[in-house]
Nanobody, 120 residues
Framework: QIQLVESGGGLVQPGGSLTLSCAAS????????MNWHRQAPGKQRELIAQINYGRGPNYADSVKGRFTISRDAKNTLYLQMNNLKTEDTAVYYC???????????????WGQGTLVTVSS
């Protein structure tokens, strides 16, 4: 069973930057969408950035212009976060939809989440 593992979370001051990574335990050869979601304390999980196989990225208004989603040749997913605000504090999750590896096809795969805390 494929797993997604996020890394790069931590404590950062307002205005700072962090880069999150999401690595798969098996190489992902294709996908429909790869996404970053976040869930702040007491709030619902929200989709904040999406990259579609073959099309450009999409962003929630709350992060547009500050966050950048990208992937590398092995389809490791990244989220570059700049000018972080206290309201960006949340657990960040990566999510792959319709992913295919050399041995299987998957509908939805979620990572376990990584905590980002923005505080002075």
């Amino acid at each position: 069973q494929i797993q997604l593992v996020e890394s790069g979370g931590g404590l950062v001051q307002p205005g700072g930057s962090l880069t999150l990574s999401c690595a798969a335990s098996e190489r992902i050869y294709s996908f429909n969408n790869m996404n970053w979601h976040r869930q702040a304390p007491g709030k619902q999980r929200e989709l904040i950035a999406q990259i579609n196989y073959g099309r450009g990225p999409n962003y929630a208004d709350s992060v547009k212009g500050r966050f950048t989603i990208s992937r590398d040749a092995k389809n490791t997913l990244y989220l570059q976060m700049n000018n972080l605000k206290t309201e960006d504090t949340a657990v960040y999750y990566c999510h792959a939809e319709g992913a295919s590896t050399a041995t299987a096809n998957y509908g939805d795969i979620w990572g376990q989440g990584t905590l980002v805390t923005v505080s002075s």
